[in-house]
């Protein structure tokens, strides 16, 4: 697997490139290559979910102020969980890298989930140990945290009951939500929704669904609140 490729991908450099080749590399490659002395990743798998987690709960307290405990510990989990993990590495080809024996090869574990998972939570493992916490943050922010701003994990989230709870500090406050434009032909419309605070606009949101778009509508407000 030529390495340097992925690195040039991601513009990212290691100062140990073995031990990129180790996040890499999956147990049954080791089993078919013990001549080698070589780790897996399985070591790298365990840093790497903590360093993830870390990062990922740094970045929701951060531009989250609104959101309660409860809340921002449900929105981690729908970043962390597998499902969310694969679409990452899906997402930067790293399946494309892994170094496989040749049985999980044959039968199709290049495009295993858990093994994809695996691998991308090994690689932040390696990232840390090489270079540190902030280039994981800095890889983190290209890669992950955009997702995370434009809404991909919203469904995870009732920011409509956020809103609420943080409008209830102030006495005899109102929300309204109004669509105020359907777009698109009947099988992919789209809804435009406002929701307004004591007849105010606070927030416009837009969706395939009147729900998703008054969630969307939400969470412009409430970060309209953070700012």
């Given at each position: 697997?030529?390495?340097?490729?992925?690195?040039?991908?991601?513009?990212?450099?290691f100062?140990?490139?073995?031990?990129?080749?180790?996040?890499?590399?999956?147990?049954?490659?080791?089993?078919?290559?013990?001549?080698?002395?070589?780790?897996?990743?399985?070591?790298?798998?365990?840093?790497?979910?903590?360093?993830?987690?870390?990062?990922?709960?740094?970045?929701?307290?951060?531009?989250?102020g609104?959101?309660?405990?409860?809340?921002?510990?449900?929105?981690?989990?729908?970043?962390?969980?597998?499902a969310?993990?694969?679409?990452?590495?899906?997402?930067?080809?790293?399946?494309?890298?892994?170094?496989?024996?040749?049985?999980?090869?044959?039968?199709?574990?290049?495009?295993?989930?858990?093994?994809?998972?695996?691998?991308?939570?090994?690689?932040?493992?390696?990232l840390?140990?090489?270079?540190?916490?902030?280039?994981?943050?800095?890889?983190?922010?290209?890669?992950?945290?955009?997702?995370?701003?434009?809404?991909?994990?919203?469904?995870?989230?009732?920011?409509?009951?956020?809103?609420?709870?943080?409008?209830?500090?102030?006495?005899?406050?109102?929300?309204?939500?109004?669509?105020?434009?359907?777009?698109?032909?009947?099988?992919?419309?789209?809804?435009?929704?406002?929701?307004?605070?004591?007849?105010d606009?606070?927030?416009?949101?837009?969706?395939?669904?009147?729900?998703?778009?008054?969630?969307?509508?939400?969470?412009?407000?409430?970060?309209?609140f953070?700012?």
């Open positions: 697997m030529n390495l340097n490729k992925l690195q040039e991908q991601l513009g990212i450099k100062n140990d490139v073995k031990l990129l080749k180790t996040a890499f590399t999956h147990s049954s490659y080791v089993n078919e290559h013990q001549d080698n002395h070589l780790s897996d990743n399985e070591r790298l798998e365990f840093l790497g979910d903590a360093v993830l987690e870390l990062g990922v709960s740094q970045y929701l307290y951060r531009n989250n609104h959101m309660p405990e409860g809340e921002l510990t449900k929105l981690r989990a729908a970043i962390v969980c597998e969310s993990l694969v679409n990452f590495a899906r997402d930067l080809q790293f399946g494309d890298y892994i170094f496989l024996g040749h049985g999980e090869e044959r039968t199709g574990g290049r495009n295993r989930p858990a093994l994809l998972a695996d691998v991308f939570e090994s690689f932040l493992g390696a840390y140990l090489d270079q540190g916490y902030d280039p994981v943050i800095a890889f983190l922010d290209q890669y992950i945290f955009p997702k995370i701003g434009s809404g991909v994990f919203s469904h995870a989230m009732d920011y409509k009951s956020q809103l609420q709870e943080l409008t209830q500090q102030y006495k005899n406050q109102t929300i309204d939500y109004h669509i105020v434009e359907e777009r698109g032909p009947s099988h992919d419309k789209e809804f435009v929704s406002q929701v307004c605070i004591q007849g606009v606070a927030g416009v949101g837009v969706g395939r669904t009147k729900k998703e778009a008054e969630q969307r509508a939400a969470k412009r407000a409430l970060d309209t953070n700012d």
